[in-house]
């Protein structure tokens, strides 16, 4: 079962959660308007916010993405609860 | 291939222990115009269809795989305080003597999932008006079942479902356009 989680383990979920839907809802726009430069611009700008708050709660909360995308603590920490639905 | 991500797409709430909206929900995650067949539908029809609009269809049934880990979300939270008797008296009897807790492909009454749900025609015209259609007979079941839930929590969750079938219909139209321009363009030159 789930351990407790602290509040800022769902403060920082919850932005990154925001930055990402801003990024899948570009990408989905940009995959019928490919020409949009200003699209593009936040697009990739927020690619980089999302890459900067992976980084912080990874470091606090453990990796984020299975195959190696996140990197590991020692013991290997991918398989650690809370899995999404424990939350 | 695809890479797992710890973490929803949106936030899952729910109220309290419902089995009864549970039982409902499941309608969306092995239903014919649930997420599953959704998923499925779109990633499969990618092989056949111009290359304009693989881009689009892989990335949504992505979201639809999202979509059913929110859904499975729903109905574990929504059922994992459930006792028996709650279980058979939310018309859950049957799923519990089969299941016990376990989730399983099947709609509102019951029924298991089948590839019979979706279709790939390989028209490209054929297999887009199926996707559209399909996301509004999914965001209709969204909103039948935002009409029978009196949770809050869960309902957040779901009109969040329910618009997202929204844009999903919407990229879908502009792809069908993107489509008929190319054909219009080779027809001229």
């Not at chain 2, 459930?82 to 099947?106: F, V, W």
């Not at chain 2, 297999?127 to 559209?132: G, K, R």
């Not at chain 2, 209709?140 to 929590?153: E, F």
Request: charged content about 25%; aromatic content about 14%; proline content about 5%.
């Amino acid at each position: 079962m789930a351990k407790q989680v602290p509040k800022e383990f769902y403060q920082l979920l919850r932005e990154i959660q925001e930055v990402d839907f801003v990024l899948l809802e570009l990408n989905l726009y940009l995959d019928t308007h490919p020409d949009d430069y200003d699209a593009i611009e936040q697009f990739n700008n927020f690619s980089q916010r999302s890459r900067e708050l992976k980084i912080n709660f990874e470091q606090q909360f453990g990796p984020l993405m299975g195959f190696g995308a996140s990197y590991s603590n020692y013991p290997f920490d991918w398989g650690n609860t809370p899995w999404p639905w424990q939350v | 291939m695809w890479y797992y991500e710890k973490k929803l797409q949106y936030p899952v709430k729910v109220s309290e222990c419902n089995p009864m909206l549970a039982k409902f929900l499941i309608e969306q995650y092995g239903g014919a115009d649930g997420e599953l067949s959704a998923a499925l539908r779109y990633l499969n029809q990618r092989y056949s269809i111009p290359d304009k609009v693989v881009g689009l269809l892989t990335d949504i049934g992505t979201e639809e795989f999202a979509h059913l880990e929110m859904i499975a979300t729903m109905v574990y939270k929504l059922t994992k305080d459930a006792t028996p008797e709650q279980m058979k008296a939310a018309g859950l009897g049957a799923h519990y003597s089969n299941h016990d807790k376990a989730l399983y492909y099947e709609n509102a009454a019951g029924t298991p999932w089948t590839a019979a749900y979706i279709t790939a025609k390989g028209d490209p015209i054929a297999d887009l008006y199926e996707d559209i259609a399909a996301e509004e007979k999914a965001r209709a079941t969204y909103q039948w079942i935002i009409n029978l839930s009196d949770d809050p929590d869960l309902n957040d969750g779901l009109k969040f479902l329910r618009e997202r079938e929204i844009i999903h219909s919407l990229r879908f139209r502009e792809a069908v356009e993107i489509l008929i321009e190319e054909r219009d363009r080779k027809k001229i030159f």
